[in-house]
């Protein structure tokens, strides 16, 4: 009588589709009983099986090595749960026949010893082969349209949580982490250093490392970018995400200068990348396909460079990038707002201001208050010591616990203080990205025109060589231009026809852009 092993093998995703460990050990116990085979031992595996290095595998072959076994035969069902790696798959076969070992599958029998059976095994062991790589295509197809789409896929970064959007689909949202994100970024900006971040948040009783701090502050995802990587002759890009932003581009620009090191120029264009002249890649589409449009420069008899949008999907679209680039620069122009609209602004602010933080203001007077009588009770301790009302022992437990309160009270005013003072400057910051948004476009970066864009024109953004077109726009900024005149044609509610921004585009020979809402 023949001795045996069984081996039967799943992968995580393979249990629901009726390949269960159970199942396939029942049929090989069948089939050796059928057949007067011996069963020495029974091997179960959920693994993979793109590669050998499974840990039962691997026990099994360290036994049959040191012939703690005596086995004629390694048995499985099929070929595919034998392996699914065509190349390892034919130097295992032959390390067990070193051993005398000859490996089978029931239901899928073949005489290797026969030369023109090798062509059938070739056949089998190819199979699973190409369905891996047929999946894994699939997959990273599937992966690089969700990141295109604006969504994360990978495990939630610090401040935000990974759940389902209503089409059951992954989408990252703030957790009670986002808080720490916001102060750090805020915190930096204004001037305080990455250790004196760290310990403030660590005070508050977040444990965020030094590297942790130093990795998150230079991540676009909390500016609500999403990294799509470049991909064969298509370039690598950034696309808004589905997700909320914890901070404004505005300020995680601002932040990456500063750990940088490096100095911001004021008004002055930022010109040091060779992406300046292509500052809508990235958000433009293509008219005709609707994939993203990207850009390069072409080089004239001269050795001059001329810079140009072009779509590498369809190939039916290119335009000279300073056209188009004009053209967004006059639409910006119409979203500035008038002297009346400023003032007017400025009081909604101020108003939403003092509705939202008045908790903060009442927060921040009872922790003034606290603060008094910390340090009343530390003045004292110190003189019931000097009265000898109490011993040296009591009075350092006493005043350990003092300091400590004084210390955690600080930072938690100085919170507020910050909180209170980028509030109010907020405000400020708000109407002026709003009245000078034409020329804080101008002396941006492309990331920071890239945002922008994105912001007045949350959807698909296309020109065609005529028009400028847009499925929607930011609500605010269309409010400003509708009382400034610059889109025609539309009545409050008619959201279903199209808008023509007639005063949008000077005498350039090109279409006034169109937009459907």
């Given at each position: 009588?023949?001795?045996?092993?069984?081996?039967?093998?799943?992968s995580?995703?393979?249990?629901?589709k009726?390949?269960?460990l159970?199942?396939?050990?029942?049929?090989?116990?069948?089939?050796?009983?059928?057949?007067?085979?011996?069963?020495?031992?029974?091997?179960?595996?959920?693994?993979?099986?793109?590669?050998f290095?499974r840990?039962?595998?691997?026990?099994?072959l360290?036994?049959?090595?040191?012939?703690?076994?005596k086995?004629?035969?390694?048995?499985?069902?099929?070929?595919?749960?034998?392996?699914?790696?065509?190349?390892?798959?034919?130097?295992?076969?032959?390390r067990?026949?070193?051993?005398?070992?000859?490996?089978?599958?029931?239901?899928?029998?073949?005489?290797?010893?026969i030369?023109?059976n090798?062509?059938?095994?070739a056949?089998?062991?190819?199979?699973?082969e190409i369905?891996?790589?047929?999946?894994?295509?699939k997959?990273?197809?599937?992966?690089?349209?969700?990141?295109?789409?604006?969504?994360?896929?990978?495990?939630?970064?610090?401040?935000?949580?990974?759940?389902?959007?209503?089409?059951?689909?992954?989408i990252?949202v703030?957790?009670?982490?986002a808080?720490?994100?916001?102060?750090?970024?805020?915190?930096?900006?204004?001037?305080?250093?990455?250790?004196?971040?760290?310990?403030?948040?660590n005070h508050?009783?977040c444990?965020?490392?030094?590297?942790?701090?130093?990795?998150?502050?230079?991540?676009?995802?909390?500016?609500?970018?999403i990294?799509?990587?470049?991909?064969?002759?298509?370039?690598?890009f950034?696309?808004k995400?589905?997700?909320?932003?914890?901070?404004?581009?505005?300020t995680?620009?601002?932040?990456?200068?500063?750990?940088?090191?490096?100095?911001?120029?004021?008004?002055?264009?930022?010109?040091?990348?060779?992406?300046?002249?292509?500052?809508?890649?990235?958000?433009l589409?293509?008219?005709k396909?609707?994939?993203?449009?990207?850009?390069?420069?072409s080089?004239s008899?001269?050795?001059?460079?001329h810079?140009?949008?072009?779509c590498?999907s369809c190939?039916k679209?290119r335009?000279?990038?300073?056209?188009?680039?004009?053209?967004?620069?006059?639409?910006?122009k119409?979203?500035?707002?008038?002297?009346?609209?400023k003032?007017?602004?400025?009081?909604?602010?101020?108003?939403k201001?003092?509705?939202?933080?008045?908790?903060t203001?009442?927060?921040?007077?009872?922790?003034?208050?606290?603060?008094?009588?910390?340090?009343?009770?530390?003045?004292?301790?110190?003189?019931?010591?000097?009265?000898?009302?109490?011993?040296?022992?009591?009075?350092?437990?006493m005043?350990?616990r003092?300091?400590?309160?004084?210390?955690?009270?600080k930072?938690?005013?100085?919170?507020?203080?910050?909180?209170?003072?980028?509030s109010?400057?907020?405000i400020?910051?708000?109407?002026?990205s709003v009245?000078?948004?034409?020329?804080?476009?101008?002396?941006?970066?492309?990331?920071?025109?890239?945002?922008?864009?994105?912001y007045?024109?949350?959807?698909?953004?296309?020109?065609?060589?005529?028009?400028c077109?847009t499925?929607?726009?930011?609500?605010?900024?269309y409010e400003?231009?509708?009382?400034?005149?610059?889109l025609?044609?539309?009545?409050k509610?008619?959201?279903?026809?199209?808008?023509n921004?007639?005063?949008?585009?000077?005498?350039?020979?090109v279409?006034?852009?169109?937009?459907?809402v």
């Amino acid at each position: 009588m023949k001795n045996v092993i069984i081996m039967a093998r799943v992968s995580s995703d393979e249990q629901a589709k009726g390949y269960s460990l159970d199942v396939q050990e029942d049929a090989l116990r069948m089939y050796c009983n059928k057949h007067s085979l011996h069963i020495v031992r029974v091997v179960r595996e959920d693994y993979s099986a793109k590669t050998f290095k499974r840990p039962e595998f691997q026990k099994l072959l360290k036994d049959i090595s040191s012939r703690k076994l005596k086995v004629d035969q390694l048995l499985f069902t099929t070929w595919d749960r034998f392996s699914r790696n065509t190349t390892e798959s034919y130097a295992m076969i032959a390390r067990l026949k070193a051993k005398k070992v000859i490996v089978q599958a029931i239901e899928q029998p073949i005489d290797i010893s026969i030369p023109e059976n090798k062509a059938m095994l070739a056949f089998y062991l190819a199979i699973p082969e190409i369905d891996n790589d047929r999946r894994s295509l699939k997959v990273r197809g599937g992966i690089r349209g969700a990141r295109k789409e604006g969504r994360w896929l990978n495990r939630a970064p610090f401040g935000y949580a990974n759940e389902k959007d209503e089409k059951k689909r992954p989408i990252i949202v703030p957790n009670e982490n986002a808080m720490y994100v916001k102060y750090a970024f805020n915190s930096i900006a204004n001037g305080k250093t990455q250790r004196q971040v760290q310990l403030d948040i660590n005070h508050m009783g977040c444990n965020l490392s030094k590297t942790a701090l130093s990795k998150l502050l230079r991540m676009q995802v909390y500016a609500g970018l999403i990294w799509v990587p470049e991909y064969e002759d298509e370039e690598g890009f950034f696309t808004k995400g589905l997700h909320k932003p914890l901070i404004d581009m505005l300020t995680f620009e601002k932040v990456q200068n500063i750990i940088s090191g490096k100095q911001i120029e004021n008004n002055k264009p930022n010109t040091t990348s060779k992406k300046a002249e292509l500052p809508l890649r990235g958000v433009l589409v293509c008219s005709k396909c609707g994939h993203h449009i990207t850009g390069s420069a072409s080089r004239s008899k001269t050795g001059k460079k001329h810079y140009y949008y072009h779509c590498n999907s369809c190939r039916k679209e290119r335009f000279r990038a300073d056209e188009v680039n004009s053209i967004i620069d006059k639409i910006l122009k119409e979203f500035e707002l008038s002297d009346d609209l400023k003032r007017l602004y400025k009081e909604v602010l101020q108003e939403k201001y003092n509705a939202t933080f008045k908790e903060t203001e009442n927060r921040y007077k009872l922790v003034e208050e606290s603060l008094t009588k910390i340090k009343k009770r530390i003045e004292n301790t110190n003189d019931l010591l000097a009265d000898g009302k109490i011993d040296l022992e009591t009075y350092s437990i006493m005043i350990l616990r003092y300091k400590k309160e004084q210390s955690e009270t600080k930072v938690e005013l100085s919170n507020l203080a910050n909180k209170k003072k980028i509030s109010k400057k907020k405000i400020s910051d708000a109407i002026q990205s709003v009245s000078d948004m034409a020329k804080i476009y101008a002396m941006s970066s492309v990331e920071q025109k890239n945002a922008m864009i994105q912001y007045v024109f949350p959807e698909k953004f296309s020109y065609d060589g005529n028009k400028c077109r847009t499925q929607t726009i930011n609500g605010f900024m269309y409010e400003i231009a509708s009382v400034n005149g610059g889109l025609q044609g539309i009545k409050k509610g008619q959201n279903d026809k199209k808008i023509n921004l007639s005063s949008l585009v000077g005498d350039e020979g090109v279409e006034p852009p169109t937009l459907w809402v």
